[in-house]
């Protein structure tokens, strides 16, 4: 169930050991959360930027075998007033700010170790209260609509870092890129042994006609729109993305992305997708995509520090466990209820695959 990389992922390598492969997919397309569009030439992702970064070796052979990638280094930058410096903040650059006297001294006495008790509290003694109340209070009230000590700190440890080492790039992974043509180039290549069914949403309801009994299934949908929101609906937070093509300019912005904490701005963030492409930096036109957070989509869950969103998540795998009918094997953001990167989705589709195939053989051993 569903056509992202982790169920296209899935249905490849299942289809790699001679299964026949059915994918349902609720949308009209092929991609999940991952999507291309061009506009007069111009790469854009109206669900929002997307950089395949990993270290994992067989999953970047895998994507890069089935779709041609050019070397792409991710650059972010953070407005803040009339500057635009590297994010992560790197020291060497704080002294422009009119603040530096008062972040010098905080950042000469801050604990050895983040306090984790929730985002707030990691993030400040990360880099003390004037840089946190600069760069990270209002662009997380924006991004996530509540306040950041009702989040939990393990937002902010993938997210928030402070260097001093001159690397600008935002992933330190060894193999880095873009797919030259789009992702859907990558998506229809690993669903390309599959047979695709688009516009249909599949429930537990529906299992029973979509299956012969026993055959497995790879859920790839959220858990509580899988059983209809028997235990209640899990909290979620969404972007939706507005773009704009701009036909007098190469290249508008100095990175792929721009953060804005500015609490005047509506939007969390700026995109050029351009920047993925170096063989079109000197086309004229690009598109620049503002991202505005609090739709009403599932993009991002919500870690909260009492830990209520993890609990009912923990409910309703409990309740696809117990299914006796098919095995049904929880796979990818959705099902997980986590945030995980693209390489992340391949590799839960692939092991959810070999998990599939492994469980065969050994029926086929006792047989
Ligand atoms: C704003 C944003 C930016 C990101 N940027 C990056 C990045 O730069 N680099 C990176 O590595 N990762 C990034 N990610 C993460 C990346 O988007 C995910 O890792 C990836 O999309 C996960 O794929 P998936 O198949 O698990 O989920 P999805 O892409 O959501 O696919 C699930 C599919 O299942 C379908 N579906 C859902 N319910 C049903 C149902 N009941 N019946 C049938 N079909 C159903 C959906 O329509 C969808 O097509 C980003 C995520 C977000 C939110």
Request: charged share 25%; proline share 6%; with cysteine.
């Amino acid at each position: 169930m569903g056509a992202g990389l982790t169920g296209a992922a899935a249905a490849w390598e299942l289809a790699q050991h001679g299964f026949k492969v059915r994918v349902y997919e609720q949308a009209d397309v092929v991609g999940g959360h991952v999507r291309t569009e061009w506009l007069r030439g111009i790469p854009y992702e109206p669900h929002g930027a997307h950089i395949f970064h990993t270290h994992d070796a067989e999953v970047w052979q895998l994507v890069s075998q089935l779709s041609d990638f050019v070397p792409y280094r991710h650059r972010v930058a953070i407005r803040i007033r009339s500057h635009e410096l590297s994010w992560p903040l790197q020291r060497a650059e704080l002294s422009q700010l009119d603040e530096w006297a008062e972040i010098q001294q905080e950042l000469a006495s801050l604990p050895p170790h983040p306090d984790s008790a929730n985002f707030e509290t990691y993030c400040r003694s990360l880099m003390g209260e004037t840089l946190y109340g600069l760069c990270i209070r209002n662009y997380t009230r924006k991004q996530w609509g509540r306040d950041p000590e009702t989040l939990s700190a393990s937002v902010a440890a993938n997210r928030v870092e402070l260097r001093n080492d001159g690397y600008l790039d935002l992933f330190r992974d060894p193999y880095q890129g873009w797919p030259d043509r789009g992702y859907a180039d990558l998506v229809e290549a690993l669903l390309e042994p599959a047979e695709i069914q688009l516009g249909q949403q599949v429930t537990h309801e529906d299992i029973a006609d979509l299956a012969l009994p026993g055959e497995p299934v790879v859920i790839t949908s959220a858990l509580d729109d899988f059983f209809s929101l028997d235990l209640g609906p899990l909290d979620w937070r969404g972007v939706r993305l507005e773009s704009q093509f701009i036909s007098d300019a190469k290249l508008v912005q100095p990175a792929m992305v721009v953060n804005e904490p500015d609490v005047s701005v509506p939007w969390t963030r700026t995109i050029e997708t351009k920047w993925a492409l170096a063989r079109l930096h000197d086309t004229k036109g690009t598109v620049v995509m503002r991202e505005y957070p609090g739709a009403a989509a599932k993009h991002y869950p919500v870690p909260d520090t009492a830990g209520v969103n993890r609990a009912l998540q923990t409910a309703y795998e409990a309740k696809l466990a117990a299914y006796s009918r098919n095995p049904l094997m929880p796979a990818g953001r959705l099902a997980t209820y986590s945030y995980i990167n693209m390489d992340q989705a391949v590799r839960q589709g692939l092991e959810a695959a070999r998990h599939i195939v492994g469980a065969q053989s050994n029926l086929r051993d006792k047989a």
